[in-house]
């Protein structure tokens, strides 16, 4: 059950994110964000409310964290702003797997604040991930013919939204704990949806999409994925260990990285796919005890 609940998350995390690039490049990343939010919110709106007595039977333990939770919520806004930015700008193949890579933020954060030890396999999967987003990123190409050093587009927009979705990992700890991964998921993600909303209210940017019916459906399907990509992982890692369902769940953007070859055609260099392969063997290999 844990291996068939990471496999689903895999599939589901790598199609929503490859659906919510080629809405970012016809509608904008901020407008296809927010409608993703609002569409797997309600979802989870939806299991909240048929299991009200059970999830606020402690409401004094859920408002000692609301504030935490809100910078959660900012942090995780932010990121996937910058994440689709850089799936607007730049190539998905390239940004799927460096956003994805922002368990090893976390990671490092856990090794340094709850002085953690690190495992050899943790330590090897480090440089891996760096070697590999710097060989993602990197046009070596360039750099040889004409001795100048470019980053390709989306590569920073994809670091942004890695770091903050590192910090977002790792804050998150505290209040998993004490209110389940449920309760708090869906309050850093009322808060991501509000700070979108406000983003957007700032930016005059209007609320209306205009796409077809069959797009629109494609969009809110995109956030539900999204949302039903969590509840499996969580379903998973209930009944089966998480060193065996994360490492699964983690390796989506391979999903997405094969998605985007086929449908968008997208071309890479020997470097990139030296550098995501890389990247995604430390991203399994960071979760694995």
């Not at 998905?92 to 956003?99: A, E, M, W």
């Amino acid at each position: 059950m844990g291996i068939i609940a990471g496999l689903l998350s895999m599939f589901g995390w790598g199609m929503s994110d490859f659906l919510g690039a080629i809405f970012s490049k016809k509608i904008g990343p901020l407008l296809t964000i927010f409608w993703m939010q609002i569409a797997g919110f309600l979802l989870a709106l939806v299991y909240f409310f048929m299991n009200f007595s059970s999830l606020t039977n402690n409401t004094v333990n859920i408002l000692k964290f609301v504030p935490l939770l809100a910078v959660c919520g900012l942090l995780n806004a932010i990121g996937y702003i910058f994440f689709f930015k850089g799936f607007r700008d730049g190539k998905v193949s390239l940004v799927s797997p460096i956003g994805g890579s922002s368990i090893l933020i976390a990671v490092i954060l856990s090794l340094i604040f709850l002085n953690e030890n690190p495992q050899p396999n943790q330590l090897i999967a480090i440089i891996l991930i760096i070697s590999g987003i710097m060989l993602i990123s990197i046009n070596i190409k360039e750099l040889l013919e004409i001795k100048k050093l470019n980053i390709f587009p989306g590569a920073k927009e994809g670091l942004v939204a890695m770091f903050c979705w590192g910090v977002l990992i790792f804050l998150l700890i505290n209040p998993s704990r004490s209110l389940g991964w449920f309760l708090t998921v869906l309050i850093s993600r009322l808060f991501t949806t509000l700070f979108l909303f406000f983003a957007m209210v700032a930016g005059k940017q209007e609320f209306k999409i205009h796409l077809r019916p069959p797009l629109l459906i494609l969009l809110l399907i995109a956030g539900l994925l999204d949302v039903i990509s969590f509840f499996a992982y969580t379903i998973g890692v209930r009944g089966e260990s998480v060193f065996i369902v994360a490492p699964i769940a983690a390796s989506y953007p391979i999903i997405t990285v094969i998605l985007a070859m086929i449908f968008l055609k997208e071309k890479l260099v020997w470097n990139q796919i030296l550098g995501i392969a890389s990247t995604l063997t430390g991203i399994i290999l960071i979760s694995v005890k």
